[in-house]
């Protein structure tokens, strides 16, 4: 006799118990996806943290300034930030801190107030040893992180190498998911080395928005060049060189010219370990899109680290029209 063979027999309750059987599977179905679709609904926060890292290097200590720069990204990601910005060339060295030594090719031009250095024995190739680091840092920490540096690429046999001033962004997975190479090197002190990039523009979508590059002298007429790609944040390493003392470039001048661009900048400028007779250094900011300063860095000197909390590209789509 089947079991169920009484079953009118059973209590009210059981009987209607018994009846929701057959269908449990649906009903586990339509759970398991609610469960998913709000999981899926909630999961891209409306802002997310970035870091600007402003720090001095060592011209040519390319050891010394991994290890430097590594330290300053595990603190940057330590207080939250998931986008961390160094300043321009600061695994190679852009100039000494004295203004005074510069990298130089034979045969280049260089300015009579430097002293030229080869940058063969400290430049590095893409993928190369900074870049595998610096990967593998972005991936343990899960951060997008940019990789500053003096690139080397090989000519065919015979030609000598050409040196670019770079940039790559390493996405949270260890991957390299941008190279871009300074389209408009500053002619005063790259002349004597750097190579006009070749690789155009470099935008990449994260879960964020949409990141653009660009490097310090590139400020003058990338914006331009990027306004079509519509992108969320510039990430902007630098290393400013001024006659003057720069506030009036980097808290006037610059967010007045940002205001037509509607995206944020990540500005990481690059500092000295002690006064120097020149001017530039410091003043890493953080710019909203329009303009306005969101942070910006209160010292001139040693490591220090600029944070924001920005709108994501979902929240700020109004303002990139």
Known sequence: MSPFANVHAMPLRLHRTLNWIPRLPNMLAI?????????????????????????SSVFGDVAGNRKKLAGLVEKAAGDGAKIVVLPE?????????????????????????YTGADPKPFAE??????????????????IYLTIPFVEIEPQKEGADPKYFNTVCLAAPSGEIVAHYRKLTPWPFPEKSWATKGDRGVQVYD?????????????????????????????????????????????????PGRLKAYHHYVIGANWSVDAPQPWFGYGFSTIYAPGGEILNTAHSLYGSSIVYADLKTAAETKDLQK
């Not at 759970?31 to 720090?55: D, E, H, L, R």
């Not at 879960?207 to 519509?230: M, N, Q, S, W």
Request: glycine letters at 6%; hydrophobic letters at 45%.
């Open 125 to 142: 190739r893409v993928p190369g040893a900074s870049t595998k680091e610096f990967a593998a840092l972005a991936k343990r920490l899960k």
């Open 89 to 113: 060339a600061s695994i190679t060295g852009y100039l000494s801190q004295d203004g005074k030594t510069n990298w130089h090719l034979d045969g280049w031009p260089i300015e009579s107030c």
């Open 206 to 254: 994260t879960e964020y928005g949409r990141v653009g590059l660009a490097i310090c002298f590139d400020i003058h007429t990338i914006l331009e060049k990027l306004k079509p790609k519509k992108i969320w944040a510039l990430l902007y390493p630098i290393a400013w060189v001024a006659d003057s003392h720069p506030a009036d470039w980097f808290w006037h001048i610059l």
């Open 31 to 55: 759970i398991v996806a609610s469960v998913f679709t709000q999981g899926a609904g909630t999961s891209m926060p409306a802002t997310v943290k970035v870091a600007a890292i402003q720090c």
